[in-house]
């Protein structure tokens, strides 16, 4: 194989308006797939860092009982989980704000969260 790979990075336009992603919930009844919501979930915007956007998509604080229906019908009040626990988020960092040894650094943070 002979391919180069482009060193060109090309971030997207960045709107006015936050972010909004669509989380697609189903749920088991009688041994049938079913769709138990569907929604857009707009992500929050930080005004002290411009074009830093976060949404929280699902949250479980602590190991979860796969025998009952999981829920995820209110914004918790810790995104951080307790031992055992989920969080499934999206991030959009600025580009050229964070340095790499910065942005590094605050993804080992949040592995090991």
């Known amino acids: 194989m002979n391919r180069t790979a482009s060193t060109k990075t090309e971030f997207s336009k960045h709107s006015k308006r936050p972010s909004t992603y669509r989380r697609v919930v189903t749920a088991n009844v009688d041994g049938k797939s079913i769709l138990r919501s569907d929604e857009q979930l707009q992500?929050?915007?930080?005004?002290?860092?411009?074009?830093?956007?976060?949404?929280?998509?699902?949250?479980?604080?602590?190991?979860?009982?796969?025998?009952?229906?999981?829920?995820?019908?209110?914004?918790?009040?810790?995104?951080?989980?307790?031992?055992?626990?989920?969080?499934?988020?999206?991030?959009?960092?600025?580009?050229?704000?964070?340095?790499?040894?910065?942005?590094?650094?605050?993804?080992?943070?949040a592995a090991r969260l």
Do not use: C
Request: proline content about 12%; overall charge positive; cysteine-free.
């Open 43 to 109: 992500a929050y915007e930080f005004k002290s860092v411009p074009s830093y956007e976060h949404a929280l998509v699902w949250v479980n604080p602590t190991t979860p009982d796969l025998r009952e229906e999981q829920r995820f019908d209110r914004y918790p009040d810790s995104i951080v989980p307790g031992p055992g626990g989920t969080s499934l988020h999206f991030v959009t960092f600025p580009p050229g704000r964070f340095s790499r040894i910065r942005r590094s650094t605050v993804m080992l943070r």
